[in-house]
């Protein structure tokens, strides 16, 4: 993958609309600090915009390599998280959930 923003298309790519039933989620992510974005989830279906959302209920923090691995499968996010690679800032419980959205 060449960025981010690939990265975050090819996660979009994966995403299960059955898991998403009935959600109304917000996920944010800031990569390497400098990067924001979001996925809001909401009744099976996923937009993602780019920014900040004041409303994401949970915030994945991680550098651009991190998230390009865990995307393409070749890092796992549990142990990215583990390993202090990854960080969560908000309701880590709904972290657990992308596994279910997006699954590998």
Do not use: Y
Not at 37 to 42: A, D, E, I, R, T
Not at 70 to 85: L, P, R, Y
């Amino acid at each position: 993958m060449t960025s981010v923003a690939d990265a975050v298309q090819a996660m979009k790519a994966k995403f299960n609309p059955a898991a998403a039933a009935g959600l109304d989620l917000v996920f944010g992510f800031r990569i390497d600090d400098t990067k924001h974005f979001s996925l809001v989830v909401k009744d099976s279906t996923c937009e993602l915009l780019e920014g900040e959302n004041p409303d994401a209920q949970v915030t994945l923090v991680m550098d651009a390599e991190t998230l390009e691995g865990i995307v393409d499968g070749s890092t796992d996010g549990m142990q990215a998280f583990m390993g202090g690679k990854l960080r969560t800032e908000g309701d880590m419980m709904l972290a657990m959930k992308l596994s279910e959205l997006f699954p590998a």
